[in-house]
T-cell receptor, first 111, second 116 residues
Framework: GESVGLHLPTLSVQEGDNSIINCAYSNSASDYFIWYKQESGKGPQFIID?????DKRQGQRVTVLLNKTVKHLSLQIAATQPGDSAVYFC??????????FGAGTQVVVTP | GAVVSQHPSWVICKSGTSVKIECRSLDFQATTMFWYRQFPKQSLMLMATSNEGSKATYEQGVEKDKFLINHASLTLSTLTVTSAHPEDSSFYICSAQRTSGASEQYFGPGTRLTVT
């Protein structure tokens, strides 16, 4: 995915509904991916990761899906809560641990 | 946990002056720290990789003489923005990687720099 975005796409979701955030990555050789949550004015916070030998990984209320064929990642948040409002980034872990961030998606949870 | 702090959390400086930002790993040792810059409504862009005891590695397009990085110990890296200009106003975020070799990066809370 692109590492710089001039406009953050926004996902509006009603409290209690499920959220799905998508991310495309560019390097077919990437074998490790991480989802981060960033609240306004704060640093990124690790949510969940997945390696390329898996196509699904579940955490608490979150699930990451990896489709290597089309180089696509998604993050699913179950029963979205107001505290989930933030910007979500996917990141590819490149050589030497360097992170290549996607453009990000702003999630807005409405009551 | 793995806590990373940054100081200051925000700073306002006049054009032409230099500003130093500190990044500390509070409860672990970090051989490698990373510095990112983030403009409003944009993603994080890696500026440089800081390795303890050696010179930083800068990403393409990042001026090493303008953004001085010093990684003097296993718990501290500093970024100095020299001769700051308004276009350097941004959110600067560091991350630290454990010396043990695990690839996970732990992020600091960021420093908001405003150059007037």
């Amino acid at each position: 995915g692109e590492s710089v975005g001039l406009h953050l796409p926004t996902l509006s979701v009603q409290e209690g509904d499920n959220s799905i955030i998508n991310c495309a990555y560019s390097n077919s050789a990437s074998d490790y991916f991480i989802w981060y949550k960033q609240e306004s004015g704060k640093g990124p916070q690790f949510i969940i990761d997945i390696r390329s030998n898996m196509d699904k990984r579940q955490g608490q209320r979150v699930t990451v899906l990896l489709n290597k064929t089309v180089k696509h990642l998604s993050l699913q948040i179950a029963a979205t809560q107001p505290g989930d409002s933030a910007v979500y980034f996917c990141a590819e872990v490149a050589s030497w641990g360097k992170l290549q961030f996607g453009a990000g998606t702003q999630v807005v949870v409405t009551p | 946990g793995a806590v990373v702090s940054q100081h200051p959390s925000w700073v306002i400086c006049k054009s032409g002056t230099s500003v130093k930002i500190e990044c500390r790993s509070l409860d672990f040792q970090a051989t490698t720290m990373f510095w990112y810059r983030q403009f409003p409504k944009q993603s994080l862009m890696l500026m440089a990789t800081s390795n303890e005891g050696s010179k930083a590695t800068y990403e393409q397009g990042v001026e090493k003489d303008k953004f001085l990085i010093n990684h003097a110990s296993l718990t501290l890296s500093t970024l100095t923005v020299t001769s700051a200009h308004p276009e350097d106003s941004s959110f600067y975020i560091c991350s630290a990687q454990r010396t043990s070799g695990a690839s996970e990066q732990y992020f600091g809370p960021g420093t908001r720099l405003t150059v007037t």
